[in-house]
């Protein structure tokens, strides 16, 4: 250990540029990132707010909030937030939108303009509840001109969900718009409403079919906009607004006239989605989905458990493969696929969809 | 901790502070630096943190033993129980899955019932680098080439947390003297580091996510779902996002080491310029390819012997150098392609030299040279970003067969495809400038213009970080 020996140039210099550049000593660099970061916090505080605002509850949110809200204030007197609200405009963004963004709407592969269905229920947004809300029609049957319309909406286990699906069903008569988002669920619609995007979703796309999957990110504290979290050991209060989250969704989605295919948990090897969460919100998916006409339930737990829970890996087509993430969450594409395939097959065989 | 994170950022801060209070006292910089390693390390999973310093004391001990051995076997035995524990963590840890279930289908395939317990083993991060890294070290012991170093020097080198995940693949001899000397805290290249973190943060947090999102993900995903020419452009887009991506997160990794006053060799030297396979495996993850030439294909014997042989170590070496990547067949295959690349490319060498043909200096020819390289190149890439062989097969068909509309193809995708690849044809001395002109300005005029840039960067990038593609590797 040579404790005795001269400092020396960190680099040494290798072209007449190299020479040109003045090396700074660490009291300036130390400076530069504190003004580039005071810089940034001030031009940026609206977003790095809502970025902490929509952070798990806890601590972390606490302290991140304790420094972005005096930041915040700061670059709304000095009018300095302006800057960053422009930048975010000028991407097309609204600088006020949930943290994720907006989703993405992927054109049409038919260039067919989406034709007009009959609504089934009421048309207008009453929530919770299946009552009063009769049978859609039969699933349409496609054309060209006018393909099935399938939405799947969801956490990031419905961005893989959409993927095999798309692979199951290669055909001009479908079109297939996914909407999965990562990170997102139901418990925190201070960070994402998926209320309010599937609302979206049905004016938008009118939809035949929505396929949901949610739940990844949902055995947590629940978030009431305006209220007190319900701490997910509450089970009795958990349990009912959770129970009511899920009968919004399937309420917009059937009421709108489209059917609905939820897709339940699969066993997780993960402190994330312990079995008692799994179990607590798969028994809630599939009760709303029997109060509501049009909604069927597929249970993932009962197509990927092995002696009565998480396995990694499925004997498919006679092959052993592996089809869950090392994360002990998330599928792998192949898990995906499988997955999506009984999803299309339940499409086909019970919601009568013809392509 | 990924590094373009508000975690990381905090992080960075503090130990830059502690860094150069500490530096006048080496015992209290060397204890400092390895908390904050293992800290950033811990940040993923504070389970697999014994890992690492499992490696370390494997590597460590290995090359005490390697030192203190009497006799050539003594040597030899030291060297192979260093290099075995090491490699047996890896395997272990990212092949298990892999051999267990392929084993398991050919025994079933035959009738035979299955062989090995099927577990599932999680994945450490970084695990592929710090290996390699330890590897390196005791080899190099055992050829002479460097001594043991004390033991907290080599916990710092093989920890020190720029490197840790992905790489640069740093050697020891590299690295350990900068530990075992005083940095100078009055000549940081701020500059060059500027440059290298805010550039690769623009690569990672722009180009790479808006690629990938736009083209690269809906397009591998479901492929029989796009046109041939989407198919063609998520090709060259995905040899884009894979180089923004991970050159992009090498160039932050050399950036804050560059604060902290070290030297990291360079990893990238604009690669889809390369006139050859050859010559791309120069510029391409540059300590990888360095790592396996001097620790696989020497010790097979390099080109030492017949072509035959040759041609043999070259296809092994890139075969191992594609499972190294991952434990999939699609890996393998894309090992083998560069392999039989690497072996045509001494071919051509070698009868051009026979018949004294020189290698073509004008324009034309380079310029088609190069474009042929990028062509093979995305080739591999095809395989390597695929889920399975058949799909790349399936793609490769559709690239000829499936033409028809391509709303995925946007001015935009092909703009940042394009400015990817243009920016590697401009000239190096350009940056220098750039460097060297940011250098000379003020401490707030500095902070002013970087957190702007920020700004920018954070605009036009999605909210939320992709983990980098080379941390699974």
Redesign the interface.
């Known amino acids: 250990?040579?404790?005795k020996?001269?400092?020396?140039?960190?680099?040494k210099p290798a072209?007449p540029?190299?020479i040109?550049?003045?090396?700074?000593?660490?009291g300036?660099?130390?400076?530069?990132?504190?003004?580039?970061?005071?810089?940034?916090g001030l031009?940026?505080a609206r977003?790095?707010r809502r970025?902490a605002e929509a952070s798990p509850i806890g601590a972390r949110r606490t302290a991140?909030l304790a420094v972005l809200d005096p930041l915040y204030d700061l670059s709304r007197v000095t009018g300095l937030d302006a800057?960053?609200a422009r930048?975010?405009e000028?991407?097309g963004r609204d600088p006020n939108q949930e943290?994720?963004?907006p989703i993405?709407i992927?054109?049409s592969?038919t260039?067919a303009p989406p034709a007009p269905i009959t609504r089934g229920g009421t048309g207008g947004m009453r929530l919770a509840g299946g009552g009063g809300i009769p049978l859609p029609p039969p699933v349409r049957v496609p054309t060209k001109q006018s393909p099935e319309r399938i939405v799947v909406v969801g956490d990031s286990f419905a961005i893989g969900l959409g993927?095999g699906i798309?692979?199951d069903l290669?055909t001009p008569l479908v079109h297939?718009v996914q909407q999965g988002r990562?990170?997102t669920g139901l418990a925190r619609p201070d960070y994402f409403n998926w209320l309010a995007q599937v609302k979206a979703d049905v004016e938008r796309f009118r939809p035949d079919i929505i396929v949901a999957m949610f739940g990844g990110n949902d055995f947590q504290d629940l978030v009431v906009p305006g209220g007190r979290p319900v701490a997910r050991s509450d089970v009795a209060v958990w349990t009912a607004l959770y129970e009511q989250r899920v009968a919004d969704v399937m309420h917009i989605a059937t009421a709108a006239g489209a059917r609905v295919v939820w897709v339940g948990l699969p066993p997780a090897?993960s402190p994330v989605l312990p079995p008692t969460g799994v179990q607590r919100m798969n028994d809630i998916y599939e009760t709303e989905a029997a109060r509501f006409p049009g909604v069927e339930y597929l249970s993932s737990w009962d197509l990927f458990a092995r002696d009565g829970g998480y396995a990694?890996?499925l004997p498919i087509g006679?092959?052993?493969?592996?089809v869950?993430e090392?994360d002990?969450v998330h599928f792998t594409?192949?898990g995906y696929a499988y997955l999506g395939r009984h999803v299309v097959g339940l499409m086909h065989s019970i919601l009568g969809l013809k392509t | 901790m990924l590094f373009p994170t508000t975690d990381f950022a905090i992080f960075f801060g503090l130990v830059f502070l502690g860094h150069w209070l500490l530096n006048p006292y080496p015992l209290r910089w060397k204890l400092f630096m390895t908390a904050a390693s293992y800290v950033f390390y811990a940040w993923w999973d504070p389970r697999l943190v014994w890992l690492l310093a499992a490696s370390t004391a494997i590597s460590q001990l290995g090359s005490l033993a390697v030192a203190a051995a009497k006799t050539p076997s003594g040597k030899r035995a030291a060297m192979i129980a260093g290099v075995g524990g090491n490699l047996g963590m890896l395997c272990w840890f990212k092949y298990y899955g892999f051999f267990a279930v392929s084993f398991d289908n050919m025994l079933r395939s035959a009738g035979l019932g299955s062989a090995f317990p099927l577990l599932q083993v999680t994945l450490p991060v970084g695990i592929s680098f710090y290996t390699f890294m330890g590897i390196s070290y005791v080899v190099d012991v055992y050829r002479g080439v460097t001594t043991p170093a004390p033991w907290l020097d080599f916990i710092v080198y093989q920890s020190f947390f720029p490197h840790l995940v992905a790489g640069p693949i740093v050697r020891a001899r590299e690295l350990v003297p900068q530990i075992q000397q005083r940095r100078d805290p009055r000549r940081i290249d701020i500059g060059r580091a500027a440059y290298l973190i805010w550039g690769g943060l623009f690569k990672k947090v722009v180009l790479s996510s808006f690629i990938a999102s736009a083209i690269v993900d809906p397009v591998f995903g479901a492929p029989r779902d796009h046109s041939a020419l989407e198919i063609l452009v998520a090709v060259y887009g995905y040899a884009m996002q894979i180089y923004a991506d991970f050159s992009g997160y090498t160039d932050i990794a050399i950036g804050i080491a560059l604060l902290l006053g070290f030297k990291l060799p360079q990893n990238f030297d604009a690669p889809y310029t390369a006139r050859s396979e050859q010559d791309f495996w120069r510029r391409w993850h540059m300590t990888l390819s360095r790592w396996l030439r001097d620790y696989l294909y020497v010790p097979l014997g390099g080109s030492r012997g017949s072509d035959a042989q040759t041609y043999r170590n070259l296809l092994i070496t890139m075969v191992l150098g594609g499972l190294w990547h991952g434990a999939a067949w699609t890996f393998v295959a894309w090992g083998f392609l560069h392999g039989i690349g690497l072996c045509v490319g001494k071919l051509r060498r070698d009868r051009n030299e026979r018949l004294s043909i020189p290698e073509p200096t004008d324009p034309w020819r380079i310029g088609l040279q190069r474009f042929w390289t990028f062509q093979f190149v995305c080739l591999g890439w095809l395989l390597f970003r695929a889920d399975s062989i058949a799909t790349a097969g399936v793609m490769l068909v559709r690239i000829f067969t499936a033409w028809g509309p391509s709303p995925l193809v946007t001015p935009l995708v092909l703009l940042a495809i394009g400015v990817g690849i243009g920016a590697q044809y401009l000239p190096k001395r350009l940056p220098q400038h750039v460097e060297a002109s940011f250098a000379q300005l003020t401490a707030a005029v500095q902070g002013v213009a970087l957190g702007v840039t920020l700004l920018i960067i954070t605009t036009l990038g999605p909210q939320g970080v992709a983990p980098f593609i080379y941390f699974r590797f």
Not at chain 1, 5 to 11: G, I
Not at chain 1, 20 to 26: C, D, E, Q
Not at chain 1, 28 to 40: G, P
Request: one cysteine or more.
């Open positions: 250990m040579s404790t020996t001269r400092p020396r140039p960190a680099t072209s540029a190299e040109r550049r003045r090396p700074a000593p660490a300036k660099v130390l400076v530069t990132m504190l003004v580039c970061f005071l810089v940034w031009l940026d977003s790095l970025a991140a800057v960053g930048a975010s000028a991407m943290p994720g963004g993405s992927p054109p592969t260039g993927l798309a692979r290669n297939l990562e990170s090897h990694a890996y006679g092959k052993v493969t592996q869950r090392s002990g594409f192949a």
